[in-house]
C-alpha cells in the first residue's frame, strides 16, 4: 500500500485565497522532501525538512514537519496563478529500502 | 546547476517493439532512477541504479528492464512493449543519501498503438 498519503488530491484555489495541502505516513520519516511539478513539466525540488517541528519558508510557502516527524504540511498564502501545477512530498521509508518514496500529489488548481 | 537529459520528449511506437529510453545526467551522479507517471497514481520507481553496472528493481519491474554502462548514462528498455506501458516516463539522478534531492530531466511521454 501506498506508505507516503497526500491529502487533497486536487485543490481548487480562488487566486488570492490560502491553502495547505498534507502529506502523511504511518512511520516515523528521518526526512521530507517537496517538489513542485508545472503542467507540462518535470518535478523540481522546492525544500527538505529535517528535524521535528521544523518549519521553513519561501516566499508565500511555508513548509512544516510534525514534531512526530509522521506527517508535513504546506501552506501557500495568497495563491497566484502561478501556483498552479501539482505538488508532491517524498520521503526515504525504511521498509522500502531507504528509497525515496512520493505521495500521490496534490493537483492545485486556481480560479482567478 | 544539473542537467538531466532524456532522448526523446515524445515518442510513439508500436505493440511488440523493443523501446530505448535513455537518460543522460551532467554532474557525476552515483544513482539514478527511472519512473513512471500516471494519473491519480503519482510517481511510481521503476528501476534504479546505486552506480555503474548496478541495479535494483523498484516498485512497477515488470515488463521492463535498463542498463547503466557508464555512470552518466541509464537507459530503461521495454522489451516488448504493450499498451498498458502508454505514459510519462521520468529519468532522476542525484548523489547518495537519503536526503539529497532528486533531479528530474523533462520526461517521455511514450504511446504504445
Known amino acids: 500500500g501506498q506508505q507516503v498519503m497526500q491529502i487533497p488530491q486536487y485543490q481548487h484555489v480562488q487566486e488570492g485565497e490560502d491553502f495547505t495541502t498534507y502529506c502523511n505516513s504511518s512511520?516515523?520519516?528521518?526526512?521530507i522532501q517537496w517538489y513542485k511539478q508545472r503542467p507540462g513539466g518535470h518535478p523540481v525540488f522546492l525544500i527538505q525538512l529535517v528535524k521535528s517541528g521544523e518549519v521553513k519558508k519561501q516566499k508565500r510557502l511555508t513548509f512544516q514537519f510534525g514534531e512526530a516527524k509522521k506527517n508535513s504540511s504546506l501552506h501557500i498564502t495568497a495563491t497566484q496563478t502561478t501556483d498552479v501545477g501539482t505538488y508532491f512530498c517524498a520521503a526515504p521509508i525504511k521498509a522500502a529500502g531507504n528509497k525515496l518514496t512520493f505521495g500521490g500529489g496534490t493537483r492545485v488548481l486556481v480560479k482567478p | 546547476d544539473v542537467k538531466v537529459t532524456q532522448s526523446s520528449r515524445y515518442l510513439v511506437k508500436r505493440t511488440g517493439e523493443k523501446v530505448f529510453l535513455e537518460c543522460v545526467q551532467d554532474m557525476d551522479h552515483e544513482n539514478m532512477f527511472w519512473y513512471r507517471q500516471d494519473p491519480g497514481l503519482g510517481l511510481r520507481l521503476i528501476y534504479f541504479?546505486?552506480?555503474?553496472?548496478?541495479?535494483e528493481k523498484g516498485d512497477i519491474p515488470e515488463g521492463y528492464s535498463v542498463s547503466r554502462e557508464k555512470k552518466e548514462r541509464f537507459s530503461l528498455i521495454l522489451e516488448s512493449a504493450s499498451t498498458n506501458q502508454t505514459s510519462m516516463y521520468l529519468c532522476a539522478s542525484r548523489t547518495p543519501g537519503g536526503n539529497q534531492p532528486q533531479h528530474f530531466g523533462d520526461g517521455t511521454r511514450l504511446s504504445i498503438l
Open positions: 512511520t516515523t520519516l528521518s526526512n
Open positions: 541504479s546505486y552506480d555503474v553496472k548496478m541495479k
